[in-house]
């Protein structure tokens, strides 16, 4: 089996959306108006967003015997994601998330881990991942960071570590996150976690541009922060740019943040310039938020005409 270029390590979840009138908040009632069932886990949503754009790609995720698992492990068969860093698991169940997505596509999501909390560096097969060109990591709920961080001390320095840390992440602290933000060389992560994440550490008249910069000082070559209806900032090399948004007809954000993380990646493995990349990243994302799902995410041969028409 030929080598992956991009290897995700993150929870693999089967996503139950329902489409509701209103996000209901303490002791208010909302109503269903459908359902959706899908496969989700961030990672995961940009390594399927990478195989549709072309790109080889492998999974770090684990699965138990059971028909979640099995529709998950089918899926990314389908979708071409190479199975041999899959892990699966004799007893427990796989990772599901309830999400409640309103009429604005705005979304509350509740996640039932499973085993995916029950991966260490045991069970990682290091030799099948050093000769990928990048590893990105994305949240767990439970123990798996510390398979993450284990895994740290094992990548070749060429390798390229992307990581979105999610809001599950940034909530655990800066300390918790620590190793891994030592070692990251693409930081995507949005505006909100970006606040959460820092302002323990920065006062609270930085804002984002400001607390970008910091952690490009400290040595992360790429930030990159999704602003989502406001576009995207970035800032490499003491380079910034500023996309605007793309103006469409939002359905359901859910993998909005996960399918620009496959545009940037993908950009990066084609050596494209810092500004086409976030550039690309955010047509990627606007494309995705226009139906329910992952259903959106464009294809190689959408994106080249995007490419055409935006850059020649």
């Known amino acids: 089996m030929s080598n992956a270029d991009v290897v995700g390590f993150g929870a693999l ?10 996000i209901a908040k303490h002791d208010e009632e909302s109503y269903i108006k ?29 699965i138990a015997d059971d028909d979640d698992g099995e529709i998950l492990k089918m899926n990314l068969i389908r979708k071409g994601v190479y199975l041999n860093n899959l892990i699966y698991a004799d007893i427990g169940n796989s990772g599901k998330v309830m999400g409640f997505v309103d009429e604005q596509g705005n979304r509350a999501l509740y996640v039932d881990s499973g085993v995916n ?21 994305t949240s767990f709920v439970g123990n798996s960071i510390n398979g993450q961080i284990d895994l740290i001390d ?19 602290g800066f ?9 990251t060389n693409i930081l995507l992560i949005n505006e909100k976690e970006l606040k959460i994440l820092l302002k323990p550490i920065l006062n609270d008249k930085s804002n984002f541009k400001d607390m970008a910069k910091y952690l490009h000082d400290e040595g992360i070559e ?23 948004p793309n103006k469409v007809v939002t359905i359901d954000t859910t993998a909005a943040g996960d399918s620009f993380n496959a545009g940037f990646l993908y ?4 050596s494209y310039s810092f500004e086409k990349s976030c550039i690309i990243a955010n047509w990627v994302a606007s494309t995705s938020v226009t139906s329910i799902g992952t259903s959106r995410f464009p294809n190689l041969s959408q994106l080249k005409e995007f490419e055409s028409c935006k850059f020649d």
Do not use: W
């Open 13 to 22: 979840n089967l996503d139950i959306i329902y489409h509701v009138d209103e």
């Open 34 to 62: 459908s359902k959706n069932i899908s496969c989700g886990g961030s990672a995961a949503n940009t390594i399927v967003g990478l195989s549709n754009l072309g790109i080889k790609t492998s999974y770090i995720g684990k």
């Open 117 to 137: 909390d029950e991966i260490n560096i045991s069970q990682i097969n290091v030799q099948e991942i050093i000769n990928s060109k990048i590893i990105h990591y």
């Open 154 to 172: 094992h990548l070749p320095k060429d390798m390229i570590l992307s990581f979105d840390p999610g809001m599950i992440y940034v909530k655990k």
């Open 175 to 183: 300390s918790t996150i620590e190793k891994i933000l030592d070692r």
């Open 222 to 244: 790429n930030v990159i922060v999704k602003r989502g209806e406001k576009g995207v900032y970035g800032i490499k090399k003491d380079y910034e740019v500023e996309i605007s």
């Open 267 to 270: 950009s990066c493995l084609n």
